[in-house]
Nanobody, 120 residues
Framework: QVQVVESGGGLVQPGESLTLSCAAS????????MGWYRQAPGKTRELVAV???????KYAESVRGRFTISKNSTRNTVFLLMNSLKPEDTAVYYC??????????????WGQGTRVTVSS
């Protein structure tokens, strides 16, 4: 089993910055990608940014140019630097990691989520 733990959420004012961190640990697991999703109240979960060993980095159009994802494959960690935060960025942010386990089976794991609130 793989554990995914996020940290770094909080309350910030519009225009401020925040960095989210995520670490994956546990059973033998060959990570293909790590990324961030978010779910705002009353909305479905959406992709924010993902870093893949095969497809590079992808960002949602709404965060492109403001958010930066960085992945450390050796330590199985991923970070999301969020600049120029807006009230519409308010959501619960979830870390996701996927890849193949020791038997070659594709697995997908989620963290418990960390809340980001942007408000004056």
């Amino acid at each position: 089993q793989v554990q995914v733990v996020e940290s770094g959420g909080g309350l910030v004012q519009p225009g401020e910055s925040l960095t989210l961190s995520c670490a994956a640990s546990g059973s033998t697991f060959s990570i293909h990608a790590m990324g961030w999703y978010r779910q705002a109240p009353g909305k479905t979960r959406e992709l924010v940014a993902v870093s893949s060993n095969y497809d590079g980095e992808k960002y949602a159009e709404s965060v492109r140019g403001r958010f930066t994802i960085s992945k450390n494959s050796t330590r199985n960690t991923v970070f999301l630097l969020m600049n120029s935060l807006k009230p519409e960025d308010t959501a619960v942010y979830y870390c996701n990691t996927n890849g193949r386990d020791g038997h070659g089976v594709f697995r997908n794991y989620w963290g418990q989520g960390t809340r980001v609130t942007v408000s004056s």
